[in-house]
């Protein structure tokens, strides 16, 4: 579970709901059954409509990208692209067959099966950047559905609110009860706006977000690739790939790679 995603929904939430509640309102006025099914299915609706049925129908696998933080160790995976680095200079790269199959990510196990078929370095890097944009552009899809859901969401509350004005205005009787219901029919624009700042762009930008992290660690494992086919110095290598790091990130691996270095001369 990522705890800020949830956290920053909570702290919104919370925040809108309590400043209202200061403001001494009455948190059951917020209610409205009618408002929520005109702002939260027209939305659904023209996001529908919008996207291809088979990327609406991945909302749910989406939500789970935002709200849950996958796995993720980069230098993990330095060390493995080292390691295949040391094993590749030892044995050549027809060694590296042999453990193709283990690796669970599908990207760097479809590099290394390249590059021990023997393919052209050239080759290999135009296929591997292929499959990178095309694996960003599977994102950006997604990211672009929940944007595009946050833009209609306040244009929904803006509709539900005029449909309820009609009706207070085409039924006024009695001018004692007119801003009550005018009030209550502003409760449509309140959910169209809060929705979009709330959840709808915030779950894209998270899902940006996550998008790069993991477009840094395949670049990382393009370059790691490449080096190993060009039979470069595994030390040279850890170097190279601890540049994608952050400061702080490389300078804790290389802390670790020392203190490995010194247990093992004493």
Known sequence: MDFATVLGLLLGIGGLLGGYI???GNIAALIQPSAMMIVFGGTLGATMLSSPLKVFLSLPKYLRIAFFAPKRDPRAQIDQLVDLAVMARREGILALEDHVNSFDDAFMRNGVRLIVDGIDPELVKDMLQTELAHIEERHEVGITMFEAAGGFAPTMGIIGTVMGLVHVLGSLTDVSSLGPEIATAFIATLYGVASANIFWLPVANKLRARSQEEMLEREMTLEGILSIQAGENPNVL??????????????EKKAGVQSGAAQQEA
């Open 22 to 24: 200061l403001d001494k």
């Open 238 to 251: 850890r170097q190279k790939l601890l540049s994608f790091l952050a400061a702080s990130d490389r300078v």
